[in-house]
């Protein structure tokens, strides 16, 4: 008879082969990162893992009607030298910063299409009064982000690269800068430059 498995049983203290970490902890850190909830709470504090830990024990009670805090202490030891914020939530987070700073997420590589030069679009049927709005609602973003975010091939001259030219660009106009704004119900990106503007929008 292993006595000591008893004990652990009777604790509440079942461990993984390994003994690294209990069962219990195992099973609050993964209820931790998959309840919405508490994924909107470690969104909120990241840093703290004992008020992560007290809320997951909290919800995980709530739930499922099971209160793991019979050893709380080995358990808290256990999730408090286990437990990190995830990956995937720490996206949410950086994607939540970049609202809040600049107003718009900065979308996939390449996913701006270019829709064409201010001067052609304004002929079309509409197209002056698109390009009033999106000059007015118009915010600025940096330049890497503009070359990140826009497919610039289509008006590179042959051999160029999209850097290249922005920095011909710059050379040539210092006040050369790029902007968010909208075109239409669509979201769109433009750099301006030597009085023109240059407009890309997602497909």
Known sequence: MDIRKMIREALGDMRFPSGAIT????????????????????????DDKEAIFNKALELYKEKFGVDLSGDRETLFYDFMAHYKVPDFIR?????KAEERKHGWVLPPRGSYRYIGQCDRL???????ELWQVMMSARRPIGIKEFLHSCDMTPICEEGETPEQMVADWMRE????????????DKPCMFIQTSGFEFIFSPE
């Open 23 to 46: 069962q219990q902890a195992h099973g609050l850190i993964l209820f931790a990162n998959s309840n919405e909830w508490m994924v909107e709470f470690v969104q909120e504090h990241p």
């Open 91 to 95: 996206k949410i987070m950086r994607r």
């Open 122 to 128: 304004r002929r079309l049927p509409g197209g002056e």
């Open 173 to 184: 106009d210092t006040s050369t800068a790029a902007y968010f704004s909208q075109w239409g």
